[in-house]
């Protein structure tokens, strides 16, 4: 399949590209900043749309928790899964 500038999937691709690029900007900035773990940013900008994505996808089909449940719950996981954390005594890592 060739895309064209104007097609649609290329409009979405690039929209797709500028978030993801958004999202790594914001992450280097906290990591700069000693907020988020020095992680991969390109992988830290896909694990989180991909599990944004993921989630509402399946919420809309089901809604099983509130908005705020679900707003809470991906906030806890992002911001928690990839803040920088003091080693805990005797760890490996």
Not at 44 to 55: D, N
Request: charged residues 15%; hydrophobic residues 50%.
């Amino acid at each position: 399949m060739r895309m064209t500038v104007g097609c649609p999937t290329c409009c979405v691709a690039r929209a797709q590209a500028a978030f993801a690029a958004d999202v790594e900007a914001s992450f280097r900035e906290g990591v700069a900043r000693g907020v988020f773990a020095p992680l991969p940013p390109a992988l830290v900008a896909q694990a989180v749309i991909g599990m944004a994505t993921q989630v509402l996808s399946w919420w809309t089909s089901t809604e099983p928790v509130s908005f705020a449940e679900l707003h809470e719950a991906m906030f806890t996981l992002t911001l928690e899964g990839i803040r920088l954390r003091a080693p805990e005594k005797g760890a490996s890592r």
